[in-house]
């Protein structure tokens, strides 16, 4: 029994080897960052409570511009009263795959900066900016617990705005969905192609000493 155990280990681990085996960094970088990608097929397990407050947790450690902290997270987990409200404001083509995950965050950014009675408020030039460190956050904390992640863009805003009471202040940026990963053919058909990590283009593509390159 031990042995099938250990080999069914030593299975599990080959296979995350090789899925991981064309990410290479071009400079020394810590494992998570690699090992983190966007899967859709989750295995529609329970996750713990705690499990998802230490994720988010991460998140809210995130930098920010005066450290006013914008980001603001609404979440379901599978199963609770707000599961069915949280995958009703996804679009059709995330709802055919993100409802077999263990967690539904939204990810909201106040768009206004307090003045908090000593000065008027005013407009956030950096609300996005500082939610997307956040974010990144907790990506890599989830992926750090063995869950992976996936970001949406394909949400319905005005049903998430008024099924979520969200106030008009808060931008709307992203729902992502939390859980662990499970074999591709729990997937529509026409995603299961698609479930590898991507790459990334070289540093050289994208970071460049002084300025801008002709």
Same mark, same amino acid.
């Given at each position: ?9 030593? !299975? ?5 080897? +090789? ?18 990608? @966007? ?5 529609? =397990? ?13 998140? &809210?450690?995130?930098? =920010? ?6 980001? &603001?997270?609404? $979440? *379901? ?18 709802? *055919?795959?993100?409802?077999? *995950? @263990? ?21 956030? /030039?950096?609300? +996005? ?26 949400? %319905? ?12 202040? $808060? !931008? ?6 939390? /859980? &662990? ?21 070289? %540093? ?11």
């Amino acid at each position: 029994m031990m042995a099938a155990a250990e080999t069914q280990e030593t !299975r599990q681990d080959t296979d995350h080897s +090789s899925r991981f085996a064309d990410r290479v960094a071009h400079y020394p970088i810590a494992p998570v960052f690699l090992e983190r990608w @966007s899967p859709r097929a989750f295995d529609a =397990s329970h996750m713990p409570e705690a499990d998802l407050l230490t994720i988010l947790e991460a998140a &809210r450690w995130a930098p =920010s511009a005066f450290n006013i902290q914008p980001w &603001r997270f609404l $979440y *379901a987990r599978r199963g609770d009263n707000h599961w069915p409200v949280f995958v009703s404001v996804l679009d059709e083509f995330n709802q *055919a795959w993100a409802d077999k *995950a @263990s967690a539904l965050v939204l990810v909201l950014s106040d768009t206004i900066v307090s003045g908090n009675g000593a000065r008027p408020d005013k407009l956030s /030039g950096s609300h +996005s900016f500082d939610t997307g460190a956040a974010w990144a956050h907790l990506a890599l904390q989830s992926a750090h617990m063995g869950y992976h992640t996936h970001a949406m863009a394909g949400i %319905l805003p005005d049903a998430a705005r008024e099924r979520l009471s969200v106030p008009e202040r $808060y !931008r709307i940026e992203i729902a992502v969905a939390i /859980g &662990r990963h499970t074999d591709p053919s729990v997937l529509p058909e026409e995603l299961r192609g698609r479930e590898e990590p991507s790459h990334r283009r070289p %540093l050289s593509e994208t970071a460049f000493p002084g300025p801008f390159p002709a």
